[in-house]
Protein backbone atom coordinates (compact mmCIF):
# COMPACT_ATOMS: atom_id res chain seq x y z
CA UNK A 1 0.00 0.00 0.00
CA UNK A 2 1.07 3.73 -0.92
CA UNK A 3 2.20 5.26 2.03
CA UNK A 4 0.64 8.63 3.47
CA UNK A 5 1.88 11.81 2.62
CA UNK A 6 0.61 15.33 3.80
CA UNK A 7 -1.18 15.34 0.77
CA UNK A 8 -3.28 12.99 1.78
CA UNK A 9 -4.32 14.96 5.25
CA UNK A 10 -7.18 17.67 4.89
CA UNK A 11 -6.71 21.24 6.38
CA UNK A 12 -7.85 21.52 10.11
CA UNK A 13 -11.14 23.18 9.53
CA UNK A 14 -11.85 20.91 6.48
CA UNK A 15 -11.19 17.78 8.61
CA UNK A 16 -13.68 19.42 11.23
CA UNK A 17 -16.45 19.83 8.75
CA UNK A 18 -16.55 16.20 7.07
CA UNK A 19 -14.87 14.43 10.56
CA UNK A 20 -18.74 12.72 11.18
CA UNK A 21 -19.41 11.26 8.11
CA UNK A 22 -15.82 10.29 7.74
CA UNK A 23 -15.89 8.56 11.03
CA UNK A 24 -19.10 6.94 10.55
CA UNK A 25 -17.61 5.46 8.08
CA UNK A 26 -14.25 4.39 9.14
CA UNK A 27 -16.20 2.59 12.09
CA UNK A 28 -17.97 0.72 9.41
CA UNK A 29 -14.98 -0.10 7.91
CA UNK A 30 -13.10 -1.24 10.98
CA UNK A 31 -16.04 -4.00 12.18
CA UNK A 32 -15.57 -5.70 9.22
CA UNK A 33 -11.60 -5.32 9.77
CA UNK A 34 -12.57 -6.75 13.60
CA UNK A 35 -12.32 -10.31 15.31
CA UNK A 36 -12.19 -11.10 19.03
CA UNK A 37 -9.72 -14.13 19.68
CA UNK A 38 -11.33 -15.14 22.92
CA UNK A 39 -12.79 -13.17 25.64
CA UNK A 40 -9.59 -10.85 26.20
CA UNK A 41 -7.96 -10.10 22.48
CA UNK A 42 -9.41 -8.06 19.66
CA UNK A 43 -7.58 -7.46 16.24
CA UNK A 44 -8.31 -4.72 14.27
CA UNK A 45 -6.42 -4.83 10.60
CA UNK A 46 -5.21 -1.71 9.29
CA UNK A 47 -5.01 -0.23 5.94
CA UNK A 48 -4.32 3.04 4.51
CA UNK A 49 -8.06 4.45 5.26
CA UNK A 50 -7.73 3.30 8.92
CA UNK A 51 -4.53 4.84 9.20
CA UNK A 52 -5.60 7.97 7.82
CA UNK A 53 -8.52 8.34 9.62
CA UNK A 54 -6.21 7.66 12.84
CA UNK A 55 -3.46 10.04 11.63
CA UNK A 56 -6.24 12.97 11.49
CA UNK A 57 -7.72 11.94 14.94
CA UNK A 58 -4.42 12.36 16.39
CA UNK A 59 -3.58 15.29 14.74
CA UNK A 60 -7.25 16.79 15.23
CA UNK A 61 -6.56 15.85 19.47
CA UNK A 62 -3.42 17.55 19.74
CA UNK A 63 -4.15 19.97 17.91
CA UNK A 64 -1.00 19.64 15.57
CA UNK A 65 -0.03 22.46 13.19
CA UNK A 66 3.81 22.31 13.12
CA UNK A 67 4.49 20.69 9.49
CA UNK A 68 7.31 18.53 10.99
CA UNK A 69 5.06 17.31 13.58
CA UNK A 70 2.10 16.42 11.52
CA UNK A 71 5.03 14.56 9.58
CA UNK A 72 6.51 12.39 12.70
CA UNK A 73 2.63 11.56 12.88
CA UNK A 74 2.99 10.37 9.60
CA UNK A 75 5.76 8.58 10.33
CA UNK A 76 4.31 6.28 13.20
CA UNK A 77 1.03 5.49 11.54
CA UNK A 78 3.17 4.70 8.30
CA UNK A 79 5.00 2.25 9.92
CA UNK A 80 1.94 0.33 10.66
CA UNK A 81 0.91 0.12 6.89
CA UNK A 82 0.93 -3.44 5.59
CA UNK A 83 3.43 -3.65 3.18
CA UNK A 84 3.25 -5.88 -0.02
CA UNK A 85 2.02 -9.58 0.65
CA UNK A 86 1.16 -8.89 4.56
CA UNK A 87 -1.68 -8.38 6.84
CA UNK A 88 -1.09 -5.49 9.23
CA UNK A 89 -3.02 -5.96 12.55
CA UNK A 90 -3.68 -3.19 16.07
CA UNK A 91 -3.98 -6.46 18.73
CA UNK A 92 -5.61 -5.25 21.72
CA UNK A 93 -5.42 -6.90 25.18
CA UNK A 94 -9.32 -5.79 25.92
CA UNK A 95 -9.33 -5.96 30.25
CA UNK A 96 -12.38 -4.07 31.72
CA UNK A 97 -12.13 -4.76 34.52
CA UNK A 98 -9.28 -2.21 36.35
CA UNK A 99 -8.68 -4.34 39.71
CA UNK A 100 -7.49 -6.90 37.66
CA UNK A 101 -5.29 -5.09 34.90
CA UNK A 102 -2.06 -6.44 36.74
CA UNK A 103 -3.12 -10.04 36.76
CA UNK A 104 -4.18 -10.17 33.13
CA UNK A 105 -1.02 -8.25 31.82
CA UNK A 106 1.02 -10.48 33.80
CA UNK A 107 -0.45 -13.42 32.51
CA UNK A 108 -0.16 -12.01 28.82
CA UNK A 109 3.92 -11.52 29.44
CA UNK A 110 5.66 -13.27 26.26
CA UNK A 111 2.96 -12.69 24.03
CA UNK A 112 4.53 -10.98 21.65
CA UNK A 113 7.54 -13.19 21.55
CA UNK A 114 7.70 -16.61 20.11
CA UNK A 115 4.38 -18.21 17.91
CA UNK A 116 1.78 -17.30 19.27
CA UNK A 117 -0.98 -15.92 17.33
CA UNK A 118 -1.48 -17.35 14.01
CA UNK A 119 -3.83 -17.33 11.25
CA UNK A 120 -4.60 -21.14 9.79
CA UNK A 121 -5.95 -21.93 6.81
CA UNK A 122 -6.59 -25.47 6.00
CA UNK A 123 -3.01 -27.45 6.94
CA UNK A 124 -0.82 -24.28 7.05
CA UNK A 125 -0.63 -21.40 9.71
CA UNK A 126 1.34 -18.13 9.62
CA UNK A 127 2.30 -16.65 12.89
CA UNK A 128 2.19 -13.02 14.02
CA UNK A 129 5.11 -10.81 13.93
CA UNK A 130 5.29 -8.30 16.47
CA UNK A 131 6.73 -4.88 16.25
CA UNK A 132 9.18 -4.78 19.28
CA UNK A 133 9.18 -2.10 22.04
CA UNK A 134 5.70 -2.89 23.45
CA UNK A 135 7.13 -4.89 26.76
CA UNK A 136 10.20 -5.68 28.68
CA UNK A 137 11.04 -8.43 31.17
CA UNK A 138 8.50 -7.29 33.78
CA UNK A 139 5.86 -5.47 31.40
CA UNK A 140 3.73 -5.84 28.77
CA UNK A 141 1.57 -3.06 26.83
CA UNK A 142 -2.11 -3.70 26.32
CA UNK A 143 -1.37 -2.41 22.45
CA UNK A 144 0.29 -4.17 20.01
CA UNK A 145 0.99 -3.67 16.29
CA UNK A 146 1.41 -7.65 14.83
CA UNK A 147 2.12 -8.32 10.83
CA UNK A 148 1.05 -11.48 9.02
CA UNK A 149 2.94 -12.83 5.57
CA UNK A 150 0.36 -15.54 4.62
CA UNK A 151 1.43 -17.94 1.85
CA UNK A 152 -0.02 -18.28 -1.79
CA UNK A 153 -2.18 -21.03 -0.92
CA UNK A 154 -3.46 -19.56 2.18
CA UNK A 155 -4.53 -16.34 0.60
CA UNK A 156 -6.11 -18.76 -2.13
CA UNK A 157 -8.06 -20.42 0.99
CA UNK A 158 -9.46 -16.75 2.17
CA UNK A 159 -11.12 -16.35 -1.36
CA UNK A 160 -12.89 -19.94 -0.72
CA UNK A 161 -15.15 -19.29 1.44
CA UNK A 162 -15.60 -23.74 1.98
CA UNK A 163 -12.23 -23.71 3.63
CA UNK A 164 -11.67 -22.66 6.83
CA UNK A 165 -9.81 -19.95 7.97
CA UNK A 166 -9.17 -19.21 11.84
CA UNK A 167 -7.44 -16.38 13.81
CA UNK A 168 -5.82 -18.32 17.00
CA UNK A 169 -3.82 -17.40 20.49
CA UNK A 170 -2.43 -19.91 22.44
CA UNK A 171 -0.23 -18.35 25.51
CA UNK A 172 -0.06 -19.77 29.16
CA UNK A 173 -3.68 -20.66 30.22
CA UNK A 174 -5.16 -18.27 27.29
CA UNK A 175 -6.24 -20.24 24.27
CA UNK A 176 -8.89 -19.35 21.73
CA UNK A 177 -9.76 -19.93 18.28
CA UNK A 178 -12.04 -18.12 15.93
CA UNK A 179 -13.59 -18.65 12.72
CA UNK A 180 -12.32 -15.78 10.57
CA UNK A 181 -15.91 -14.45 9.11
CA UNK A 182 -16.26 -13.92 4.96
CA UNK A 183 -16.35 -10.22 5.49
CA UNK A 184 -12.54 -9.96 7.19
CA UNK A 185 -11.68 -12.38 4.58
CA UNK A 186 -12.51 -10.15 1.86
CA UNK A 187 -10.66 -7.32 3.50
CA UNK A 188 -7.57 -9.33 3.88
CA UNK A 189 -7.83 -9.79 0.09
CA UNK A 190 -7.65 -6.43 -0.71
CA UNK A 191 -5.14 -5.69 1.19
CA UNK A 192 -2.93 -8.58 -0.31
CA UNK A 193 -3.46 -7.35 -3.98
Request: hydrophobic fraction near 40%; charged fraction near 25%; aromatic fraction near 8%.
Amino acid sequence: MNLLTSQDLLPAAAYEQQREPFRSQIIALKQRRRISVGPLITLVFENRETLRFQTQEMIRVEQILDPHKVQEELDVYNALMPGAGELSATLMIEITEPDRMKEWLDMFMGLDHGEKVAIRAGTEHVFGEFEGGHSHETKISAVHFVRFRPTASMIASFADLHEPVTMTVHHREYHAEVAAPGSLREEWLKDLR
